[in-house]
């Protein structure tokens, strides 16, 4: 049975699968370049997918798609904690963070967010500790190496049993500093030093990650091999992103991480009215 807790909710096996929304705080699609705008339309964003469905939202202040230029750290900070100050005091669901570096993640914590949502699982040793003495939950993520690099070439000689074997590692590690199995979501980070087929075996075999002990968490909402299975490179992958959703949950995801929160969330319930959750024989 796993569960994930993390400050005022408790994911359980069994249970429907949570819809985690994607609110990015990046100026950078802004044509003025400004930060108040991107923190205005993160708020909104935020408040909308609370209303479509959303039970938790991720933040994140850095880009971490393929390619993405690394954003220093006071920059990182100066988006996504005035965003998690705003939506914690609004907001009952838990605010995860999408950080790689502590001191974002310690200021996003004392801002309200209850999750840390590292795509390096946790490697840096200040992260690691600060994860730990917080009693946040987290997001333990499987990355072959960085963004900056990581879709050049990537290699594995068996994905599966590489991500499986690199996420019990993680796991062991955070036990080994104090975070229990219920505060872990473990996560094979589709579309992160992963090619188009390897996305594909890790997709195929998702069962593989429900066997670790803790929760399972995916993400393909939007991303590129999407677009490539459904025949279509550009405009709407929403059709596609809760498709994606829908086959990742009946493969033993908890979580979805996701941007089409009223798609998804609609498309659950039509899949909770086929698994039988909330109604029991009698
Ligand atoms: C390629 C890679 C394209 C990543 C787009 C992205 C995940 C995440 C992101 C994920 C967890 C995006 C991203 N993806 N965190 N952050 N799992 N835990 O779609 O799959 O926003 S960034």
């Not at 840096?124 to 072959?144: F, I, K, N, R, Y």
């Not at 941007?259 to 009215?273: I, K, L, P, S, Y």
Request: proline share 4%; net charge negative.
């Amino acid at each position: 049975m796993c569960i994930w807790r993390a400050r005022g909710i408790t994911f359980a096996d069994g249970s429907r699968p949570r819809v985690m929304g994607i609110v990015n705080v990046t100026p950078d699609s802004f044509s003025d370049g400004g930060r108040s705008l991107a923190l205005d339309d993160a708020i909104a964003t935020a408040e909308r997918l609370v209303s479509e469905g959303a039970d938790l939202l991720d933040i994140g202040g850095e880009s971490s798609r393929p390619g993405a230029v690394e954003v220093p750290v006071e920059e990182e900070i100066a988006r996504v904690v005035p965003v998690i100050r705003a939506l914690a005091s609004r907001l009952a669901l838990p605010i995860s963070v999408d950080t790689t570096k502590p001191e974002v993640a310690r200021l996003a914590l004392e801002a309200g967010a209850a999750i840390i949502n590292d795509i390096r699982g946790l490697d840096e040793p200040d992260l690691l500790a600060l994860a730990a003495e917080s009693g946040a939950g987290v997001v333990l993520m499987h990355m072959q190496g960085t963004p900056q690099t990581m879709q050049v070439a990537p290699h594995y000689d068996d994905v599966v049993r590489e991500v499986r074997d690199n996420l019990a590692r993680k796991v062991e590690r955070a036990l080994a500093a104090g975070i229990s199995l219920d505060r872990i979501a473990v996560d094979p980070g589709i579309g992160f030093g992963k090619s188009f087929e390897h996305n594909l075996l890790l997709l195929k075999y998702l069962e593989t990650f429900a066997t670790l002990g803790c929760v399972l968490l995916v993400g393909t909402s939007r991303k590129g091999f999407l677009g490539k299975l459904a025949g279509r490179r550009t405009g709407d992958q929403t059709i596609a992103s809760v498709a994606s959703a829908l086959a990742a949950s009946a493969a033993g995801a908890r979580v979805v991480r996701v941007h089409d929160v009223a798609a998804t969330v609609e498309a659950f319930r039509v899949w909770e009215g086929h698994r039988g959750w909330g109604v029991s024989p009698s």
